[in-house]
């Protein structure tokens, strides 16, 4: 359980960094960096980098996952999830096959990152198409730019980050590798951190420049159609006046040439007029100019009535003058005009009141609102006026949407510029780009709106970037290529050092070859102390390998000692109990794969605290001596297994053996040791009995030595009760258990190998 517990806690270490690192990215990423509209740089991230760096693919991808939480609740897209998910786990990949983290990042934003990321923008989230290809830009620049800081951080902070249970090789590199793997993320980070600071303070300057133009020529637009729509009404207020104060004409002499020529007059000083029209109150035109526009007009629709017409009914309502909303002629040729029409303050015509005045009426192409803005500027921004109701007055042609037409666009809410929005609507053509929009407001109740597209501002911007992007790399290669050479200058020397070294000890050579010329100092310095100290290294090093020989051999000697009396028992010179212990398994394995028995046999000598007591302790010592070599000789096959088990008794375990044949060999045994004559150190004969206790059964019946021993001592202790000097034998079936007591009084067989030659007492026990 301890062990158990003590392997939970390791495991809980790096979940436990990667937590803790990843809460932090997760933190950092509520506070990017802004470049350019709503795109921003995110430098968080680089907790799931130093992850990589550290930990595997797992890890890694847990580590972005939490990272990009916080992104996800800014940005309300699950983007950061697949890309950084995937960012996380190819870098790690990587970095588990020796990579720098560096270069698997570099590696991966211009093989899988730039066109995910192209291709996530495009199909799944609605972002402005001048956006797109600078956002996927901005990803590989973002991405190199938190590579870099976490490199930096792992490589100026290393024991922060040197962690025991880290799951990434540890690589051994070379020193030309190290020194172009720290120029390129010292160069790579420096030309990222100084572009980010120098290019957002030009693009926020050319940003405000842009955004107060946009402004500027809103209120220079509204100001100049205020005035040129105030000019046109004076106008029309004006010659109203006029007529009103010379109404005779209108009243008792319709044909009069005073008022025709008065408004003949008026139309040449303002020619923007494409008609004149005076509307008497019988809701009839009476008088045009051109004069011959009347004539048309009832050549082609008739009696001209326009008491429904809104110039009539608003000039009707208005004690000043009424501009109409921008509709649609039929007296002028189905273009789309407006009207500034007022009511003349005169009497009936026919000498009766009536509840309608007569009403003087100008009319004004619509698209006569473009010699307001010049050609140079018409080309640099867009323009729109519409009318009170949100119908287009006038748009510029390049945007396609047509007079009459209601002006309708969405808000990109995702993206702003400045105090401007961007927008897209619907043109004839489908959805128009999108475009940067300033409203103004007329003084009649008209919009007039300024729009710069787009795209011209995101492709400054795209081309500054890229320009960025560019200048990295290119100090990237350098950085590499200045690298690569000093690290060659550096290490050439050293390799040419080396290899001088090894031709030395191959050939007792004693003079080193001439170093080429261009090392450094600090080499050629090296170089002639390694030459003046080499042979004294090769004199000293030949003594101590004649020592360390001598040594070997002494210490050789004295393992071999050791591992005698490790194993041996000091007196008798068969195995110790601790051998026994420690074999056992490997017997019984032999024993197992064989598919045969084995047998645990316990040898007890009979009153042995007597013989000690008559004969003296050193005759007991032989007496153990002799004994075992009697054991030795009966049980003399390799497998057999012979041991001191402790004071008098011994333990022998045999495998592959019968039932018989055990039986057999155990009498012999013990009927040699009662045999045998043993002398005291007066020379005074002795004899011993032995008492063996045997457990017989297949290797299957446990891979516990002390089962075994436990059931062996129990026939010892039988053989014991029963008048000691005999061979009690359990023998373990697959369904029963037999006890044996072989019979004291056995003969020996003829042929010793033949077996035993009578039977021996049985009876059956439960197991």
């Given at each position: 359980?301890?062990?158990?517990?003590?392997?939970?806690k390791?495991?809980y270490?790096?979940?436990?960094?990667?937590?803790?690192?990843s809460?932090?990215g997760?933190?950092?990423?509520?506070?990017?960096?802004?470049l350019?509209n709503?795109?921003d740089?995110?430098?968080?991230?680089?907790?799931?980098?130093?992850?990589?760096?550290r930990?595997?693919m797992?890890?890694?991808?847990?580590?972005a996952?939490?990272?990009?939480?916080s992104?996800?609740?800014?940005t309300?897209?699950?983007?950061?999830?697949?890309?950084f998910?995937?960012?996380?786990?190819?870098?790690?990949w990587?970095?588990k096959?020796?990579?720098?983290?560096?270069?698997?990042?570099?590696?991966?934003?211009?093989?899988l990152?730039?066109?995910?990321?192209?291709?996530?923008?495009?199909?799944?989230?609605?972002?402005?198409?001048?956006?797109?290809?600078?956002?996927?830009i901005?990803?590989?620049?973002?991405?190199?730019?938190?590579?870099?800081?976490?490199?930096?951080?792992?490589?100026?902070?290393?024991?922060?980050?040197?962690?025991?249970?880290?799951?990434?090789?540890?690589?051994?590199?070379?020193?030309?590798?190290q020194?172009?793997?720290?120029?390129?993320?010292?160069?790579?980070?420096?030309?990222?951190?100084?572009s980010?600071?120098?290019?957002?303070?030009?693009?926020?300057?050319?940003?405000?420049?842009?955004?107060?133009?946009?402004?500027e020529?809103?209120?220079?637009f509204?100001?100049?159609?205020?005035?040129?729509?105030?000019t046109?009404?004076?106008?029309?207020?004006?010659?109203?006046?006029?007529?009103?104060?010379?109404?005779?004409?209108?009243?008792?002499?319709?044909?009069?040439?005073?008022?025709?020529?008065?408004?003949?007059?008026?139309?040449?000083?303002?020619?923007?007029?494409?008609?004149?029209?005076?509307?008497?109150?019988?809701?009839?035109?009476?008088?045009?100019?051109?004069?011959?526009?009347?004539?048309?007009?009832?050549?082609?629709?008739g009696?001209?009535?326009?008491?429904?017409?809104?110039?009539?009914?608003?000039?009707?309502?208005?004690s000043?003058?009424?501009i109409?909303?921008?509709?649609?002629?039929?007296?002028?040729?189905?273009?789309?005009?407006?009207?500034?029409?007022?009511?003349?303050?005169?009497?009936?015509?026919?000498?009766?009141?009536?509840?309608?005045?007569?009403?003087?009426?100008?009319a004004?192409?619509?698209?006569?609102?473009?010699?307001?803005?010049?050609?140079?500027?018409?080309?640099?921004?867009s323009?729109?006026?519409?009318?009170?109701?949100g119908?287009?007055?006038?748009?510029?042609?390049?945007l396609?949407?047509?007079p009459?037409?209601?002006?309708?666009?969405?808000?990109?809410?995702?993206?702003?510029?400045?105090?401007?929005?961007?927008?897209?609507f619907?043109?004839?053509?489908?959805?128009s780009?999108?475009?940067?929009?300033s409203?103004g407001?007329?003084?009649?109740?008209?919009?007039?709106?300024?729009?710069?597209?787009?795209s011209a501002?995101?492709?400054?911007?795209?081309?500054?970037?890229?320009?960025?992007?560019?200048?990295?790399?290119?100090?990237?290669?350098?950085a590499?290529?200045?690298?690569q050479?000093i690290?060659?200058?550096?290490?050439?020397?050293?390799?040419?050092?080396?290899?001088?070294?090894?031709?030395?000890?191959r050939?007792?050579?004693?003079?080193?070859?001439?170093?080429?010329?261009?090392?450094?100092?600090?080499?050629?310095?090296l170089?002639?102390?390694?030459?003046?100290n080499?042979?004294?290294?090769?004199?000293?090093?030949t003594?101590?390998?004649?020592?360390v020989?001598?040594?070997?051999?002494?210490?050789?000697?004295?393992?071999?000692?050791?591992?005698?009396?490790?194993?041996?028992?000091?007196?008798?010179?068969?195995?110790?109990?601790?051998?026994?212990d420690?074999?056992f398994?490997?017997?019984?394995?032999?024993?197992?794969?064989?598919?045969?028995?084995?047998?645990?046999?316990?040898?007890?000598?009979?009153?042995?605290?007597?013989?000690?007591?008559?004969?003296?302790?050193?005759?007991?010592?032989?007496?153990?001596?002799?004994?075992?070599?009697?054991?030795?000789?009966?049980?003399?096959?390799?497998?057999?297994?012979?041991?001191?088990?402790?004071?008098?008794?011994?333990?022998?375990?045999?495998?592959?053996?019968?039932?018989?044949?055990?039986?057999?060999?155990?009498?012999?045994?013990?009927?040699?040791?009662?045999?045998?004559?043993?002398?005291?150190?007066?020379?005074?004969?002795?004899?011993?009995t032995?008492?063996?206790?045997?457990?017989?059964?297949p290797?299957?019946?446990?891979?516990?030595?002390?089962?075994?021993?436990?059931?062996?001592?129990?026939?010892?202790?039988?053989?014991?009760?029963?008048?000691?000097?005999?061979?009690?034998?359990d023998?373990?079936?697959?369904?029963?258990r037999?006890d044996?007591?072989?019979?004291?009084?056995l003969?020996?067989h003829?042929?010793?190998?033949?077996?035993?030659?009578?039977?021996?007492?049985?009876?059956?026990?439960?197991?």
């Open positions: 359980m301890k062990k158990l517990s003590v392997k939970i390791e495991q270490k790096p979940l436990l960094f990667v937590a803790m690192v809460l932090f997760y933190a950092l990423n509520f506070y990017p960096i802004p350019f709503n795109i740089l995110v430098l968080g991230n680089v907790a799931f980098v130093i992850v990589a760096m930990f595997g797992l890890y890694s991808l847990l580590s996952l939490i990272v990009c939480i992104l996800v609740e800014s309300g897209h699950p983007f950061g999830f697949w890309l998910g995937l960012e996380a786990v190819f870098i790690a990587l970095r096959r020796g990579w720098y983290i560096l270069y698997a990042d570099l590696l991966f934003w211009f093989v990152g730039m066109p995910l990321t192209a291709f996530l923008l495009f199909y799944q989230i609605n972002m402005p198409e001048q956006l797109w290809f600078l956002t996927t901005k990803q590989a620049f973002n991405g190199l730019a938190y590579a870099c800081l976490a490199g930096l951080v792992v490589y100026f902070f290393p024991a922060l980050f040197d962690i025991t249970y880290q799951q990434q090789p540890r690589a051994v590199r070379t020193l030309q590798n020194l172009v793997y720290a120029s390129s993320l010292v160069i790579s980070f420096s030309i990222i951190t100084i980010i600071f120098v290019s957002h303070k030009v693009i926020k300057s050319q940003h405000d420049i842009i955004q107060q133009n946009i402004i020529r809103k209120h220079h509204v100001h100049t159609t205020n005035n040129y729509l105030q046109y009404q004076s106008a029309i207020e004006n010659l109203a006046i006029m007529l009103s104060a010379n109404a005779n004409w209108l009243n008792h002499e319709p044909d009069s040439q005073q008022g025709k020529v008065l408004i003949e007059k008026f139309h040449n000083k303002y020619p923007d007029f494409l008609g004149l029209a005076l509307v008497a109150d019988n809701k009839q035109v009476v008088y045009t100019s051109p004069a011959a526009l009347i004539n048309q007009v009832k050549e082609r629709v009696t001209v009535q326009v008491g429904q017409d809104e110039f009539f009914v608003g000039a009707q309502v208005t000043g003058s009424y109409s909303k921008v509709f649609i002629s039929k007296y002028l040729g189905d273009k789309p005009i407006i009207t500034i029409s007022q009511g003349l303050d005169v009497g009936s015509s026919d000498g009766n009141n009536t509840d309608y005045k007569p009403v003087l009426v100008g004004l192409d619509s698209n006569q609102f473009s010699s307001l803005i010049s050609a140079d500027l018409l080309k640099k921004m323009y729109i006026i519409t009318d009170r109701v119908n287009v007055v006038f748009a510029s042609p390049q396609g949407i047509e009459l037409k209601t002006f309708q666009f969405a808000s990109q809410s995702d993206y702003a510029f400045g105090t401007t929005q961007m927008v897209s619907k043109t004839e053509q489908g959805n780009p999108e475009y940067f929009l409203k407001n007329l003084k009649n109740g008209w919009q007039a709106y300024v729009l710069v597209d787009s501002v995101v492709k400054q911007v795209e081309r500054e970037y890229i320009l960025v992007f560019a200048l990295l790399i290119l100090a990237f290669l350098i590499v290529s200045l690298a050479r690290g060659s200058e550096l290490t050439q020397p050293m390799v040419f050092i080396l290899k001088q070294l090894k031709k030395f000890d050939n007792n050579k004693f003079e080193f070859a001439p170093l080429f010329k261009g090392a450094p100092q600090e080499v050629i310095l170089y002639d102390e390694l030459q003046r080499k042979t004294a290294i090769v004199e000293y090093q003594e101590l390998e004649n020592k020989a001598e040594r070997t051999d002494e210490l050789e000697r004295a393992n071999e000692k050791l591992t005698q009396l490790a194993q041996k028992d000091g007196l008798t010179g068969v195995f110790n109990r601790r051998y026994f420690e074999h398994g490997l017997h019984r394995k032999l024993a197992y794969r064989n598919l045969g028995n084995m047998a645990v046999v316990i040898i007890d000598l009979d009153h042995f605290k007597d013989v000690n007591d008559k004969h003296g302790h050193l005759s007991g010592d032989q007496c153990l001596r002799v004994v075992s070599d009697i054991m030795s000789e009966e049980f003399s096959r390799e497998t057999d297994l012979i041991a001191r088990f402790g004071g008098e008794e011994f333990i022998l375990m045999v495998t592959q053996i019968s039932e018989e044949n055990l039986c057999y060999k155990l009498e012999r045994l013990r009927r040699t040791i009662a045999a045998t004559v043993i002398y005291n150190e007066r020379n005074q004969p002795f004899h011993v032995a008492s063996i206790g045997a457990l017989l059964a290797a299957t019946f446990s891979d516990e030595a002390q089962d075994w021993i436990k059931i062996a001592d129990h026939k010892l202790y039988q053989a014991k009760r029963e008048g000691r000097d005999q061979v009690c034998i023998v373990l079936g697959a369904d029963n037999i044996i007591i072989v019979d004291t009084t003969n020996t003829a042929d010793d190998s033949a077996g035993v030659d009578s039977t021996t007492q049985a009876s059956e026990a439960s197991d």
